[in-house]
């Protein structure tokens, strides 16, 4: 642990990554840290650059599939407060890269910003969201960022104007190791009408997801504005499993993980569902879940 010296506070060693997922699936990682502020995670930074360790960092875990093997190296966890904070300004809100999307979404809409109210239910913090551009019901979430701070992976703070970021499909610009807060404007709305939007999304979406209220994982890209999900049913992949991973029954654009699943389950279901799509159909799906 000399590596980390005045850090040690806030690094574990050989820390199981599976409860910090929402497959629950995963190895360890050689060091875990979770810094309570913005200069402990600048050290953590420069200690990995310095001494050319590899450094990855988790948000809640809801978009990630860790292998059994685990991965070297530091994996840094916002969980602090310091990194969750939501601000509300004239315009809209300023957001900690650490904050949950579902605390973003019903401070919005309390506050009659338009926009998030469809993201209900999304899991994920405002920084995963960012980081790949999360999308529901025809809105992106990068179309409401008019500023970001990121953390460089050589420990430098910089900031990002609306006019030196790109949001597409998916993706984002801001590739930064750590995206810290970002500011959002948005249209103005009755928050009552707002509101009852929410709730009626709300149901809607539980009612088709709730067997991914748990371990589930979101698993393809749309192509060209074709939903995954209708291409996998086009293909004639429903009730796709290996091991104790299978497709879920009310959207196959999900898998689901029963316990016992591991890591090597869920990279063979993948792998068997993308061959079957592009035999029958020739289509190359890309995954949208990340694979450490
Ligand atoms: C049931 C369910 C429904 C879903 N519905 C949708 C949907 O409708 N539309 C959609 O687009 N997605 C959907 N998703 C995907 C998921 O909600 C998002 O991808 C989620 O926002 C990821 O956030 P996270 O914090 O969990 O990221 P993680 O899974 O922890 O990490 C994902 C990636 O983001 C990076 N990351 C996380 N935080 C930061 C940060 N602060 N700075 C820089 N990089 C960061 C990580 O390094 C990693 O590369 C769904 C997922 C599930 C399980």
């Known amino acids: 642990m000399s590596l980390f010296d005045s850090l040690a506070h806030i690094v574990r060693e050989n820390e199981n990554l599976a409860s910090y997922t929402r497959l629950n699936i995963g190895g360890n990682a050689e060091y875990f840290a979770e810094p309570t502020n913005q200069e402990e995670l600048a050290g953590i930074v420069k200690v990995c650059h310095e001494n050319k360790l ?23 966890h916002l969980g602090a407060p310091a990194f969750g904070q939501i601000e509300v300004t004239d315009k809209g809100l300023i957001a900690g890269g650490g904050a949950k999307l579902t605390q973003f979404v019903s401070t919005a809409v309390r506050e009659g910003f338009a926009g998030p109210e469809q993201m209900v ?29 990121v953390l460089t992976r050589t420990g430098e703070i910089e900031q990002r104007t609306a006019e030196a970021m790109s949001f597409s499909y998916g993706q984002s610009s801001l590739n930064e190791l750590v995206i810290l807060r970002a500011t959002f404007e948005f249209e ?15 149901i809607t979406r539980r009612a088709n997801q709730d067997e991914l209220a748990q371990r589930s994982a979101y698993i393809f890209e749309d192509v060209g504005g074709e939903l995954a999900t209708d291409i996998l049913q086009q293909a004639g992949v429903a009730g796709m499993s290996v091991g104790k991973v299978a497709l879920a029954e009310n959207d196959l654009n999900f898998l ?37």
């Open 54 to 76: 590899p450094i990855r960092l988790i948000g809640s875990g809801s978009n990630l599939v860790v292998s059994d093997e685990g991965v070297n190296g530091v994996v840094l």
């Open 121 to 149: 239910g999304l899991p994920g913090t405002v920084g995963g969201a960012l980081h790949s551009n999360v999308a529901a019901h025809g809105v992106d979430f990068g179309d409401w960022v008019r500023s970001a701070e």
């Open 188 to 202: 103005k709305e009755s928050a009552a009408e707002l509101t009852k939007a929410m709730q009626k999304l709300w």
């Open 256 to 292: 689901v993980a029963e316990p016992g699943a591991d890591s090597s389950q869920v990279v063979e279901l993948i792998a068997k569902v993308k061959q079957a799509v592009s035999d029958k159909t020739g289509i190359e799906l890309q995954t949208a879940i990340n694979l450490w």
